[in-house]
C-alpha cells in the first residue's frame, strides 16, 4: 500500500464544515457521473442527511495541517437496517444494537485524488473504530460498478461478503457488501 507525504489528522465534523462537505460530495457526485456510474446521481446523499450525520457525531473528515477537509465518511455505530437484509452472503459476525461500525458516504476531495490518500484515511478511521473495545466489526457497501472504490475497500482489507439492499433504491436494487473483522487478540 502507498501512503501519502500529507501531514494528515482525522477529525469528528461540525456544523460549520457542511459547506466545504457538500461541495466534496457534489464533487464526487461529478466524478461518478464521469464514469457512467449511476451512484449519488439521484440527489442522495442530500445536504440534511450530511447535516444530520454531524449532529449525530457521525461525520468523520481527514484534514490537512491547514485545516482543510480532504476526505469525509459517515461512521454508524449499531444495527443498520439495509445491512440485515443481506443476500447471498452473511456476515462473519453477527450484528447487534453495538458491535459493529458501518462505513457510510465516503468521498474524497477533486484536489485530494491522486495524492494516496485513501490509505491514510481508512487506516485513521479504522483506528478510530478500533477504540472503541465493543466493535468486533466493521461494514461497507459500493455501487457494483464503482470498481475504484471496491478495489480501495479491499486493499484496505475487507471482505467481500454479499449483497445489501439500496436505501430508497428500487426493490432490486442492490451494492456489494464487504466488512472487516477486527484483530482483538
Excluded: C
Excluded at 2 to 20: K, R, Y
Excluded at 47 to 63: S, W, Y
Excluded at 109 to 125: I, N, Q, V
Excluded at 128 to 149: C, K, L, V, Y
Aim: hydrophobic share 40%; net charge negative; proline share 4%.
Amino acid at each position: 500500500m502507498t501512503s501519502s507525504t500529507l501531514n494528515v489528522t482525522l477529525h469528528f465534523a461540525e456544523i460549520t464544515d457542511l459547506p466545504a462537505i457538500q461541495d466534496i460530495i457534489n464533487d464526487a457526485r461529478d466524478f461518478l457521473a464521469d464514469q457512467k456510474i449511476d451512484q449519488w446521481q439521484n440527489g442522495y446523499p442530500e445536504p440534511d442527511v450530511i447535516a444530520n450525520d454531524i449532529k449525530r457525531g457521525e461525520t468523520v473528515a481527514l484534514k490537512d495541517d491547514e485545516g482543510t477537509i480532504l476526505a469525509i465518511a459517515s461512521l454508524v455505530k449499531g444495527l443498520d437496517q439495509p445491512y440485515e437484509a443481506i443476500i447471498d452472503g452473511d456476515w462473519r459476525v453477527k450484528g447487534t444494537t453495538n458491535n459493529y461500525v458501518s462505513i457510510h458516504r465516503v468521498a474524497m476531495a477533486k484536489a485530494s485524488r491522486g495524492h494516496h490518500l485513501t490509505h491514510d484515511f481508512f487506516d485513521l478511521m479504522k483506528e478510530q473504530i478500533a477504540a472503541d473495545s465493543d466493535i468486533e466489526s466493521i461494514r461497507i457497501d459500493t455501487h457494483p460498478e464503482n470498481f475504484g472504490m471496491q478495489h480501495v475497500i479491499e486493499t484496505n482489507g475487507f471482505d467481500y461478503i454479499g449483497l445489501v439492499p439500496v436505501v430508497g433504491g428500487r426493490p432490486d436494487e442492490t451494492n456489494v457488501a464487504y466488512d472487516l473483522v477486527l484483530d482483538r487478540g
